[in-house]
């Protein structure tokens, strides 16, 4: 098993990156996100790599972090997700919009990953939303997103979201507005006051 790679990169193709490790070269498929990255040739590159062993053939996929693995490997554990389509996520999404956009269990945002429809959007969503916060990485307030997503998040810190939301603000934006709204204010603040300092927030 390939677990890392370290070398001078040799050339970078449309969805793959050729490294040069001491005269030998190894071709690793990459995202889109990963590949913009990376350096041009001839420059140093480090890559995690997930190595696919099959009986016809053995292939490498590259990634900048190791979160980004993990969560190629996660994608797949959802059925109708390959490693096609994991890479068109992680090449929309980075770890931390995904680990967002599954708390809040926003379809919308995954579905714009090429080749990833309704359903399939639908499905990781709902299959990987008790597992999302283990590999959230960057991503904040995760828990608040959760109840959000869920339903279960107390009225006034539901209606001030939706609020900012309908203000043109992403959920996403709106939940960390909120959940910062939260802490100045402390507990038992109202919708108004949330909505209010909220808004300071994003303004910032």
């Given at each position: 098993m390939i677990g890392k790679l370290?070398?001078?990169?040799?050339?970078?193709?449309?969805?793959?990156?050729?490294?040069?490790?001491?005269?030998?070269?190894?071709v690793a498929h990459c995202s889109a996100r990963t590949l913009s990255k990376l350096g041009s040739?001839?420059?140093?590159?480090v890559l995690f790599i997930e190595t696919y062993v099959r009986e016809d053939q053995l292939k490498l996929f590259g990634f900048m972090t190791a979160?980004?693995?993990?969560?190629?490997?996660?994608?797949q554990s959802v059925q109708g997700v390959g490693a096609k389509v994991a890479l068109a996520v992680l090449s929309t999404l980075?770890?931390?919009?995904?680990?967002?956009?599954?708390?809040?269990?926003?379809?919308?945002?995954?579905?714009?990953?090429?080749?990833?429809?309704?359903?399939?959007?639908?499905?990781l969503v709902?299959?990987?939303?008790?597992r999302a916060p283990a590999f959230a990485?960057?991503?904040?307030?995760?828990?608040?997103?959760?109840?959000?997503?869920?339903?279960?998040?107390?009225?006034?810190?539901?209606?001030?979201?939706?609020?900012?939301?309908?203000?043109?603000?992403?959920?996403?934006?709106?939940?960390?507005a909120?959940?910062?709204?939260?802490?100045?204010?402390g507990d038992g603040a109202d919708s108004a006051k949330l909505i209010r300092l909220g808004l300071k927030e994003l303004a910032r």
């Open positions: 370290k070398g001078t990169i040799d050339e970078i193709g449309e969805d793959y990156v050729l490294v040069d490790v001491h005269g030998v070269c190894y040739a001839g420059e140093a590159c979160l980004e693995r993990e969560w190629f490997n996660l994608l980075t770890p931390g919009e995904l680990a967002n956009a599954i708390a809040l269990q926003d379809r919308a945002a995954v579905s714009r990953a090429p080749g990833v429809g309704p359903k399939v959007a639908m499905r709902t299959e990987l939303k008790n990485g960057e991503a904040i307030n995760i828990g608040l997103k959760q109840e959000l997503g869920e339903g279960v998040a107390a009225a006034p810190v539901a209606d001030a979201v939706s609020a900012l939301t309908n203000l043109g603000y992403t959920r996403d934006q709106a939940a960390n909120v959940a910062a709204a939260m802490k100045t204010a």
